[in-house]
């Protein structure tokens, strides 16, 4: 019986029944779908209807079944489902990686090798003078090292697997700085051939065991011989000794019960799916790898340089050469052992070499043909640039052109499987790069820049392909890779005696920073890390570089050194050890180019001496857009460059003018304009040995 009859014939005071209100709700209860009515483009006279869920409809309807509460959270429930189903679907068919997306269970892990290949890298490594083992490799015979003297014991731990190497190397004499009097205004030069015990280092200054900055510092300087006559401890600082010289016998003979480490005494668990506890891409044993190195003391060398062991810092720049690559050279100069200081290099000295390495373009794109000559042009035409293509730092500094293919193809790990991947991976973040037309596109955009501008423009791209380039040129060349934005404070002599591999700490965390990278040409280590990266889809953020030696148990193969050395003030800029800082004292990074006022007189009082005296560099994070020299903001060099000057300075007069400077100097300038009199030739250098032309 319709609705209408009961309001037809009903008194006007009839209050409806149960029943009729009940049928009125039926009969009006709202629909399942609304449509929602859109306008066609270009069509005036249709209308586009879509039909989307009444969510208010459901609702009810799941309420007064389940309760209003219940029905709530299983609305919620569903509607989150539905959000991952649909986000699942767009990961594994929307996107280049073509993967569906992974439970929330943290990292997924990175090993692509099996125990067995794990074994042989640590082998390799030892066997060629890389230092320590782990137990969790699980060696059954002790292996012998030839990077140190021979130990009176070795030990296995609790479950039979030995945990210490043999020692079979040379004996070790430790250096004591002493200082002649009436010479004691500049510290010596490290001996050369020397060695950084790491050992010591680490002991002394690692973050995990609650070392502070200050005092690493301190045993850097004294122990180094830093201070020169300035000594103000007293008493026996041996403990603090950590140079030291390799004599030149080559090491004491295997034991007549001692078994030959090789290959086949490696012993691996039976059960392979046991070992498989990586990905599903995972090589297949053997790993090759080259001939075993031979450790050699620097003693026994027919020549000062080592030929497994090459001096070569590189550095990767991108875009027009600015005051910041400019610095890092100079302090090159000033601080490492060149032989510029005479007029015929000496040699028994092993003369370091750096190579700017220039991409010329952004970093997606393709280098023309005439890269090389641009290259070159653009350099000397840039008054930041062309000093250092003067004929006197020929075979000290040399720029070499960056080409990606080029680089890639040179490493025999990734040559045949590198262009399936994509080349901007950074934590695990891709950036997808178009096929782009042959005339680059000239706007300002993440894929089109070419160096940092600004905090706004930074140059994202670059900074992915130098993650790359970095381990490229250090497995490829050998040597030691640093950023661009570091500065050198002290000769590495001892630190390229150290023949393993290292980065440095991230700050507080337990993981790498590659900002500075030193790796052996072709190593063991090496492979392991491209063959690992190219089945992570070539990510090198040095975040997950930990993840892969951590996962591999090789974290000991590329040590993490303190972050001292290399970057110390770190730990203050993130509230840390505060409470005794070194010197100078930075809260923030900007504190190196804006010095606050209340300590903004140290930096002309002090001058060099007093910025972190005993590290070995230092790195300001970028600040690519803040000049060193606000005031003079060009290449100070002197008359042997003017030209360089003027043009900087954009002026065509015969004589410049110097303009006084008032006011405080920031930390920056005083070592830009510390470095420029240096090759000015007004003031030695650290070492007080002054520049011969």
Not at 432 to 437: G, I, N
Not at 504 to 519: D, G, I, Q
Not at 547 to 558: K, W
Not at 628 to 639: A, I, M, S, T, V
């Amino acid at each position: 019986m319709p609705l209408e009859y009961f309001t037809r014939f009903r008194p006007p005071n009839y209050l409806p029944s149960v029943v009729e209100e009940k049928y009125g709700r039926r009969h009006h209860r709202a629909p399942w779908f609304l449509p929602l009515v859109l306008p066609i483009p270009g069509v005036r006279t249709r209308r586009l209807r879509i039909f989307y869920p009444n969510l208010g409809r459901l609702h009810s309807s799941i309420a007064a079944r389940f309760g209003h509460r219940l029905g709530s959270a299983i609305l919620l429930f569903v509607f989150l489902l539905l959000v991952f189903v649909t986000f699942a679907f767009t990961k594994r068919f929307g996107t280049r990686s073509k993967k569906w997306p992974r439970p929330f269970t943290g990292d997924p892990p990175t090993l692509i090798f099996e125990r067995e290949d794990l074994q042989r890298i640590w082998q390799w490594e030892i066997s060629s003078g890389h230092y320590p083992i782990p137990e969790d490799i699980g060696f059954h015979t002790f292996p012998r090292n030839p990077a140190i003297p021979a130990a009176s014991t070795v030990s296995r731990g609790p479950l039979g697997f030995v945990n210490s190497t043999r020692g079979v190397g040379p004996n070790r004499t430790y250096v004591t700085f002493k200082h002649k009097p009436g010479n004691t205004a500049y510290p010596p030069r490290p001996v050369p051939g020397s060695v950084a015990d790491l050992d010591i280092i680490m002991d002394k200054c690692d973050f995990s065991t609650k070392k502070y900055v200050r005092d690493c510092l301190e045993v850097l300087r004294v122990g180094g011989g830093l201070d020169t006559g300035n000594r103000l401890k007293r008493g026996s600082l041996d403990d603090w000794k950590y140079i030291y010289i390799e004599e030149a016998d080559v090491g004491q003979p295997m034991l007549a019960n001692e078994p030959a480490f090789t290959h086949t005494s490696v012993k691996v668990d039976d059960n392979r799916e046991s070992n498989n506890v990586g990905t599903n891409n995972m090589e297949k044993p053997p790993i090759s790898l080259p001939p075993v190195l031979q450790h050699r003391p620097y003693a026994t060398l027919s020549e000062p340089c080592d030929p497994d062991n090459p001096r070569l810092f590189h550095m990767f720049w991108t875009g027009p050469f600015t005051d910041k690559p400019y610095t890092a050279l100079l302090s090159f100069l000033y601080t490492q052992n060149t032989g510029l200081h005479l007029q015929t290099p000496d040699k028994s000295i092993c003369r370091p070499q750096f190579w700017m390495w220039i991409n010329p373009g952004p970093a997606a794109a393709v280098p023309n043909p005439s890269a090389l000559h641009d290259m070159y042009s653009e350099l000397e035409k840039n008054p930041w640039a062309s000093p250092f293509l003067h004929r006197r730092f020929k075979g000290v500094i040399t720029f070499r052109l960056w080409n990606t293919t080029e680089q890639l193809d040179g490493v025999p790990e990734l040559k045949d499987e590198w262009r399936k991947r994509d080349l901007f991976n950074s934590g695990g973040n891709i950036v997808a790069v178009p096929q782009q037309d042959a005339k680059q596109a000239e706007s300002d955009d993440l894929l089109n820049r070419a160096g940092s501008k600004s905090s706004s423009t930074y140059d994202r791209m670059s900074v992915i392909l130098s993650d790359m380039a970095r381990f490229v040129l250090c497995h490829r060349f050998g040597g030691t890779y640093l950023d661009a934005d570091t500065i050198f404070l002290r000769d590495w002599e001892e630190l390229w005696g150290w023949k393993g591999a290292f980065a440095y700490r991230w700050s507080r965390l337990p993981k790498y920073n590659t900002a500075v990278l030193h790796m052996n040409k072709d190593s063991a280590l090496g492979t392991f890390l491209f063959r690992t990266a190219l089945k992570n889809d070539l990510d090198f953020h040095p975040m997950t570089i930990s993840r892969y030696t951590q996962d591999a148990h090789l974290e000991e193969l590329l040590l993490r050194l303190p972050d001292a050395l290399f970057d110390s003030a770190w730990l203050n800029t993130e509230n840390y050890q505060r409470d005794r800082p070194p010197q100078p004292y930075f809260t923030d990074f900007a504190h190196f180019f804006e010095t606050p006022k209340v300590n903004s007189a140290a930096p002309e009082a002090m001058g060099i001496d007093g910025f972190f005296k005993g590290a070995y560099s230092y790195h300001f994070h970028n600040f690519w857009w803040k000049p060193f020299d606000p005031q003079r903001n060009w290449p100070d060099l002197g008359e042997r460059f003017i030209e360089g000057e003027r043009r900087a300075r954009n002026t065509n007069e015969t004589t410049l003018i110097d303009m006084p400077d008032y006011g405080d100097l920031n930390w920056a300038t005083v070592l830009k304009r510390t470095f420029e009199a240096y090759i000015r030739g007004e003031r030695p250098n650290m070492y007080g040995e002054w520049l011969q032309w």
